[in-house]
């Protein structure tokens, strides 16, 4: 209860007299923008909007963080009229009020393109934060950013109250605040008493003409009026029935419990609609007549609008040789510069990292206040506050990405859950994907991050193996209005023969077939398909008939018909797993933890062969570790007891469906294909087995037809 009494006249002052918002149209495209910081005082929030118009019940007020109502703890996007924005968090919501402003210089200055005096694209963003909020460094980032950026049209509102949850803030938090947004370059309001609804209303208005981001500082005190005032108890603990009645009485309130008087509510609902018709009036014919005078200006903010703009992206229009290998970092830079110029509400950055993420958008500029249409941000080092902007710019109707290196996806974990709880359709481009990255050393070499990203509610992690699947990944994210991560390695690699774009939607397929019969199967993601591939071929000249499949996405083919998972992992096959990564999350689809063949230990700085090598993650190692799996030593079992003329090496060449034998000091290797009424036939892996050999006592005919050999056990020569 403590901000509810404290800052009631912050929000009294904006919402009555300076916030311009249509309350019957809450999702109006040029409304001003609000957003609750501190969003433990959703319940003055949900009150203010009440009054105001907005469609909430009383009795959804009476329904305060009970399950499924309109007033949840903390105030969600989505869930409750008039809430812009989800917070809780504290800090997140000072990040996305900055990339709210941004989207909106971003979005008047394409709009100005078409029409310099259209006025379709023009609001303010207000954030009301508290202590608690600028203790966090997020919010440093974020203004900081918003300084250099010049964001004029962004009004933080400091509820000064100088105490939080565990104590006053002289003992956590006592620099002086006008001095940190003097140095910050800020416009900086002081309003000494923050209980004078009419003096912060008078610092709103100047702080719109300001030519410089804002901050209004209001003095106030927490739990005013209860007998817990300025304590940091009143923070969080409800009030008893005798404080309660004592601030009725304060307040002279006669009225009951959620008891509101008629007239209150139309003199405020009147008051608001009779200040924002004009302006809202005058956008909607302005609106209307564009329709004729200029069709393009039209359509882009109709599409903003309805937030349904789709971005067309065809992997079939790429044609890719066989022959190509780079970087991935390089092919994702690429396709990325193929998608920027069909649509202007496609942009995003980097922290510090485009040069190295190669996420720069080529055809365009670098975003500024002097060039408000580049479509490259830089964000400096600022990842925590990156991933705040870009949420709020999504929630601006925006399709934006923002790139780092894997390892430092951390700095970002919590404004990636809140695009996820929101449902943004944010992209997060995360390269050096692994301990690939080597000399970087373990700071640099991500381990777990993917698990950590794979873990995450309504998100999808890509990891596409080559081009292909870069490409497949972007046709998803363009077609799905969804938060995701794309995780891109900086290695050069192939494109591999049966990669496909369009199967990557369903997270996982087939990009190697069993020759003949189905000994295992190698999963493996990214970089990693690529050895995948190379240690099938090795094992098939083993005798080993094993199936790689490349999954992208795990979240995705979580998420398909379970008849599908069947048929391309079918239970009782050795399955395997490669990944350079925690192999923690794998057991889901490998036979045995020992199948799994990732990196649960930090890296180290050397060599990058030398690395993989220490960690295990090498082809040489995999290989070797594979020879020591069940379905290898079943196959050696085979061969000696077939050696020794043992009876039971049929009925465990019929188990194992595999035949390893020697002639002439050479191993030819092979699997049943057929069994027959008393024949069994086997095919042997090597074009240079010799014809007709006898082997052992028992006669065999080796027949050679396009390199296939067939052994017919117990036949007739």
Not at 612 to 619: S, T
Not at 640 to 668: C, G, I, P, Q, R
Request: with cysteine; hydrophobic share 35%; glycine share 6%.
């Amino acid at each position: 209860p403590g901000i509810v009494l404290g800052a009631a006249p912050i929000l009294y002052a904006l919402y009555k007299e300076q916030i311009e918002v249509i309350p019957s149209n809450p999702n109006w495209i040029n409304r001003d923008r609000f957003v609750m910081s501190a969003g433990h005082g959703s319940a003055l929030l949900y009150s203010m909007l009440y009054h105001m118009g907005y469609n909430i019940d009383l009795e959804e007020l009476k329904q305060f963080r009970e399950i499924s109502s309109l007033t949840p703890g903390h105030p969600e996007v989505k869930v409750t009229p008039g809430v812009d924005v989800s917070t809780g968090p504290l800090g997140q919501g000072v990040g996305m009020a900055v990339g709210m402003a941004l989207a909106e210089r971003y979005l008047n200055a394409i709009v100005n393109i078409e029409d310099k005096s259209s006025s379709l694209i023009d609001y303010y963003t207000y954030c009301l934060c508290g202590d608690g909020d600028l203790m966090e460094g997020i919010s440093y980032e974020a203004l900081s950013f918003a300084s250099t950026q010049n964001l004029n049209k962004l009004i933080l509102l400091y509820d000064k109250n100088n105490v939080s949850l565990d104590s006053d803030t002289k003992k956590t938090f006592t620099e002086d605040i006008e001095i940190r947004f003097e140095a910050l370059d800020f416009n900086i309001i002081n309003v000494k008493n923050g209980s004078d609804y009419k003096e912060i209303s008078k610092a709103i208005k100047s702080a719109k003409k300001s030519d410089r981001p804002s901050i209004i500082i209001c003095n106030t005190v927490i739990g005013k009026d209860s007998k817990l005032e300025g304590t940091n108890v009143v923070h969080g603990k409800p009030l008893d029935n005798e404080d309660l009645m004592s601030i009725r009485s304060k307040y002279k309130m006669t009225t009951e419990p959620f008891e509101i008087k008629k007239e209150v509510l139309d003199y405020l609902q009147n008051y608001i609609n009779k200040r924002v018709s004009k302006k809202y009036l005058e956008w909607q014919e302005e609106y209307t007549n564009i329709k004729e005078e200029n069709s393009n200006l039209h359509m882009l903010v109709n599409l903003l609008e309805r937030n349904a703009f789709v971005i067309d992206f065809d992997d079939t229009k790429f044609k890719i040789s066989d022959e190509y290998r780079e970087a991935l970092r390089e092919s994702n830079h690429k396709i990325m510069n193929f998608i920027s110029p069909k649509s202007p509400f496609f942009l995003g950055g980097s922290a510090d990292l485009s040069s190295s993420c190669k996420t720069n958008l080529d055809r365009s500029t670098i975003q500024s206040e002097e060039n408000p249409v580049g479509k490259n941000i830089y964000f400096g080092v600022r990842e925590h506050a990156m991933g705040a902007i870009l949420n709020g710019m999504a929630l601006s109707n925006l399709k934006v990405f923002g790139s780092t290196f894997l390892s430092f996806s951390d700095y970002l974990k919590p404004a990636i859950r809140m695009s996820a709880l929101m449902n943004l359709p944010v992209t997060y481009i995360f390269t050096h994907d692994s301990v690939y990255v080597g000399q970087d050393g373990p700071t640099h070499e991500p381990i777990e991050q993917l698990s950590m990203l794979r873990t995450i509610p309504n998100f999808i992690t890509f990891r596409p193996a080559d081009i292909n699947e870069i490409m497949g990944s972007w046709e998803y994210i363009l077609k799905n209005n969804c938060p995701t991560a794309l995780v891109i390695s900086k290695e050069e690699r192939s494109k591999q023969k049966n990669t496909n774009a369009k199967f990557v939607k369903y997270g996982a397929y087939m990009v190697r077939k069993e020759k003949y019969h189905l000994d295992g199967i190698i999963i493996a993601t990214g970089q990693e398909l690529e050895m995948a591939m190379e240690i099938s071929k090795d094992l098939f000249t083993l005798g080993i008939d094993t199936r790689v499949v490349s999954m992208p996405s795990m979240e995705l083919f979580l998420k398909q018909n379970p008849k599908y998972e069947e048929q391309l992992l079918p239970k009782d096959v050795p399955t395997f797993v490669i990944e350079a990564g925690s192999s923690l999350i794998w057991n889901r689809f490998a036979s045995k933890p020992e199948y799994i063949f990732g990196v649960n230990k930090f890296g180290m700085s050397g060599k990058t062969e030398d690395v993989v090598k220490y960690l295990k993650i090498d082809k040489n190692t995999e290989i070797e570790l594979l020879n020591f799996s069940d379905m290898v030593m079943e196959a050696e079992r085979c061969k000696e007891l077939y050696l020794k003329n043992d009876s039971n090496a049929w009925s465990t060449f019929d188990k194992a469906l595999k035949l390893k034998l020697t002639y002439m000091k050479k191993e030819y290797y092979g699997e049943a294909v057929y069994q027959g009424s008393g024949t069994k036939c086997y095919t042997v892996f090597d074009d240079q087995c010799p014809l007709n050999v006898q082997i052992t006592k028992t006669s065999m005919w080796i027949e050679n037809e396009e390199y296939k050999f067939y052994i017919l056990v117990e036949a007739k020569n």
